[in-house]
Structures are given as structure tokens and as C-alpha cells.
């Protein structure tokens, strides 16, 4: 898999993210602080929802 971080992360290593990475109809989701753990997948469609909903809710 080719995992993508955001150019958001931050921290001393810029490792205090989640990364990301796309299969087939769905998406990856990992810590990039225990990228040997366990991970969650979603289908594309929601992930595509949720990060529409980021974009018009930002903090």
C-alpha cells in the first residue's frame, strides 16, 4: 500500500498523524505513530463525505 500523511502534520517528527491509503472502492486509515497496528477501512464514499464535512466545519 502507498500511504499518504497530510502536509498538516505536526509534531516533533511529524509523526502526530493519521495516514491514509487508497484500495480498492475504500480507504485506509492508520496512526502513523503505530503504523504496525491495526487499521480501519472505510468505503471511498464515506471517507470522501467525511472529509467534505471537515472542509466546511474547520475548527
Do not use: Q
Not at 500511504?3 to 475504500?26: F, H, M
Amino acid at each position: 500500500m502507498n500511504w499518504r500523511k497530510s502536509t498538516y502534520s505536526s509534531g516533533g517528527d511529524g509523526d502526530t498523524c493519521v495516514e491514509i491509503a487508497a484500495l480498492p472502492a475504500r480507504i485506509a486509515i492508520r496512526d502513523s505513530k503505530a503504523p504496525a497496528r491495526a487499521l480501519l477501512s472505510v468505503p471511498a464514499s464515506s471517507f470522501v463525505v467525511f472529509i467534505e464535512s471537515i472542509k466546511r466545519h474547520p475548527r
